[in-house]
């Protein structure tokens, strides 16, 4: 259940990034936002597997959070703080800005 919902708030935050880079600069920007959180997604899954498989066994802490869990859990938060930086102009408005 918790794989299935880090699973659905990555596919929601593609589809956000998509939809935003498309209507601001493009189709192809999105296409290329996409495939940069594809490619990173999958790299990342894999290398925070192999921290989760040096700190436990496969049942991990139990049968909802098991080793695949724990790497994906530890890949979202270190994704946060990348997009959080990478893409901060894009979601982030200033205080000191104006909406318009």
Known sequence: ?????????????????????????????GFTNLAL????????WSITGIFAKLLMEPVGFGIYFDRDTFSLTLLSISEYFFYKMYYKDTFFIEA???IQ
């Open 1 to 29: 259940m918790i794989t299935a919902f880090i699973f659905f708030i990555h596919l929601y935050f593609s589809l956000l990034v998509f939809t935003k880079k498309w209507q601001n600069e493009g189709l192809s920007s």
């Open 37 to 44: 959180i594809g490619i990173l997604f999958a790299v990342g």
């Open 96 to 98: 000191d800005k104006e």
